[in-house]
T-cell receptor, first 115, second 118 residues
């Protein structure tokens, strides 16, 4: 199994509060991703990182920010949580395309409920 | 734009039946990658297979097989002699071609829930 952990695994928070989810990897992979999983939508990309301090937006980035100060950690912040951000959040890692593997390996997920 | 369609929302079969999960994709890229992931009831996402767009050979791994057809933009997944442990949500995904600026971003289908009854 890829060495990817996510914390917390479960969180309940109130509307309007900031929330930070952490993804930690021990694989030294350069690329990291945050997805959200919702019924009827599959997984959708929120933000991704292609190196320390190098990040970019995905398909559903509104209301989210990310930071990556170390190779092993990728943080996802909900600046002011809303009920529409209730979801299961997955972190993923991969090697750069130049390595030739392309598949992503996923963490265990964080279930976030915004009340 | 890239898109992945898994038209089968739920499939229910009885153990030992064969079952095929359909995946149809859209992309303008001439080089791309297709994937299947499994999400069992425990919730984790497990990588099953990657297929390059320039390799149309079918692949078999035990009871699993994959049929890639560029002519119909399909990448279907067949489980032979299904077992209860195969019960899961299965996702098909597409990624952009590698090369300058490519980042392996995945576009997922909405998934197919497979229930294998004993």
């Amino acid at each position: 199994d890829a060495g990817i952990t996510q914390s917390p695994r479960h969180k309940v928070t109130e509307t309007g509060t900031p929330v930070t989810l952490r993804c930690h990897q021990t694989e030294n992979h350069r690329y990291m991703y945050w997805y959200r999983q919702d019924p009827g939508h599959g997984l959708r990309l929120i933000h991704y990182s292609y190196g320390v301090k190098d990040t970019d937006k995905g398909e559903v980035s509104d209301g989210y920010s990310v930071s990556r100060s170390k190779t092993e950690d990728f943080l996802l912040t909900l600046e002011s949580a809303t009920s529409s951000q209730t979801s299961v959040y997955f972190c993923a890692i991969s090697e750069p395309p130049s390595v030739g593997t392309y598949e992503q390996y996923f963490g265990p997920g964080t279930r976030l409920t915004v009340t | 734009a890239q898109k992945v369609t898994q038209a089968q929302t739920e499939i229910s079969v009885v153990e030992k039946e064969d079952v095929t999960l359909d995946c149809v994709y859209e992309t303008r890229d001439t080089t791309y990658y297709l994937f299947w992931y499994k999400q069992p009831p425990s919730g984790e996402l497990v990588f099953l297979i990657r297929r390059n767009s320039f390799d149309e050979q079918n692949e078999i791994s035990g009871r699993y097989s994959w049929n890639f057809q560029k002519s119909t933009s399909s990448f279907n997944f067949t489980i032979t002699a299904s077992q209860v442990v195969d019960s899961a949500v299965y996702f098909c995904a597409l990624s952009e071609a590698p090369g300058g600026g490519a980042t392996n971003k995945l576009i997922f289908g909405t998934g197919t829930l497979l229930a294998v009854q004993p």
